[in-house]
C-alpha cells in the first residue's frame, strides 16, 4: 500500500502530537533553596517571628539542607513566655536549636511545604513553642510562585514581543542530588 504525501504529512503530524511532550522545570540547588527560605521566612532583620510584643519568641540563623525529600530547617529560636505587663514580660527565658522539615508539594501554580513536623529540638519547652507557633504557619509562610517566577523571566527577555503566561500546570516536584526539582507545563501567547 501507498500512502500519498498528504496522507504521510497527515499521519507525521498525528504521531507527533500523540507524543509525550517533555515540559520545563525549575531546577533550585541547596543555596538557592537557603536563600529563598530566607527571603520567605526570615524577611525581619533575619528573623521569623512566631510571637511578637514584650513576650515574644522568634526563630534566627537558618541553615537549610535538602535530605530524604524534605526542606531541612535548623535555626536557633529565642523566647521571652509568660504575661505581659505594659512593656515587660513576666516569664521564663528559652534558648535552643530546633530542626524542623517539610515536604516540598505543588499547591495551585506554586510549591509550599506540606507533612511539616519538627525533627530535632533542645528541649521539651522549645517543642511546645514550636508546635503552637510554627508548624501551623510555615507551609504558608514558604512559597515558590512559579507562575510569577516565569513570567518575571519572560518579561526580562528585553524582547519587542510581548508575552503573557496564560495558564501553568506543576506536574511535579522533587528533592534529588540535594536540589529542588519543579517540572511543569505553561502556555505562553505573544503579541
Known amino acids: 500500500?501507498?500512502?500519498?504525501?498528504?496522507?504521510?504529512?497527515?499521519?507525521?503530524?498525528?504521531?507527533l502530537c500523540s507524543a509525550p511532550v517533555r515540559g520545563a522545570e525549575i531546577v533550585l540547588e541547596q543555596s538557592a533553596v537557603q536563600k529563598l527560605v530566607v527571603e520567605s521566612l526570615f524577611r525581619d532583620s533575619g528573623r521569623f517571628y512566631l510571637q511578637r510584643g514584650a513576650c515574644s519568641a522568634f526563630l534566627d540563623n537558618p541553615a537549610v539542607t535538602l535530605a530524604a525529600g524534605r526542606v531541612v530547617i535548623r535555626s536557633h529560636l529565642s523566647?521571652?513566655?509568660?504575661?505581659?505587663f505594659g512593656d515587660s514580660?513576666?516569664?521564663?527565658?528559652?534558648?535552643?536549636?530546633a530542626t524542623v522539615s517539610g515536604v516540598p508539594s505543588a499547591q495551585g501554580t506554586a510549591v509550599r511545604l506540606a507533612d511539616v513536623r519538627i525533627e530535632d529540638?533542645?528541649?521539651?519547652?522549645?517543642?511546645?513553642?514550636?508546635?503552637?507557633?510554627?508548624?501551623?504557619?510555615?507551609?504558608?509562610?514558604?512559597?515558590l510562585d512559579v507562575l510569577?517566577?516565569?513570567?518575571?523571566?519572560?518579561?526580562?527577555?528585553?524582547?519587542?514581543l510581548q508575552v503573557d503566561v496564560q495558564s501553568l500546570h506543576?506536574?511535579?516536584?522533587?528533592?534529588?542530588?540535594?536540589?529542588?526539582?519543579?517540572?511543569?507545563?505553561?502556555?505562553?501567547?505573544?503579541?
Do not use: H, Y
Request: with cysteine; net charge positive; aromatic share 4%.
Open 1 to 15: 500500500m501507498r500512502i500519498r504525501p498528504s496522507c504521510a504529512a497527515l499521519v507525521a503530524a498525528t504521531l
Open 121 to 143: 529540638v533542645g528541649d521539651a519547652n522549645t517543642r511546645v513553642v514550636l508546635n503552637s507557633g510554627l508548624v501551623p504557619t510555615l507551609p504558608a509562610a514558604f512559597e
Open 89 to 97: 514580660c513576666a516569664g521564663v527565658d528559652l534558648a535552643s536549636w
Open 148 to 160: 510569577k517566577a516565569v513570567r518575571q523571566l519572560l518579561q526580562g527577555t528585553n524582547s519587542q
Open 170 to 191: 506543576i506536574d511535579s516536584v522533587r528533592i534529588a542530588d540535594n536540589r529542588l526539582s519543579v517540572r511543569f507545563d505553561f502556555k505562553v501567547a505573544g503579541r
Open 79 to 84: 523566647a521571652r513566655l509568660g504575661m505581659d
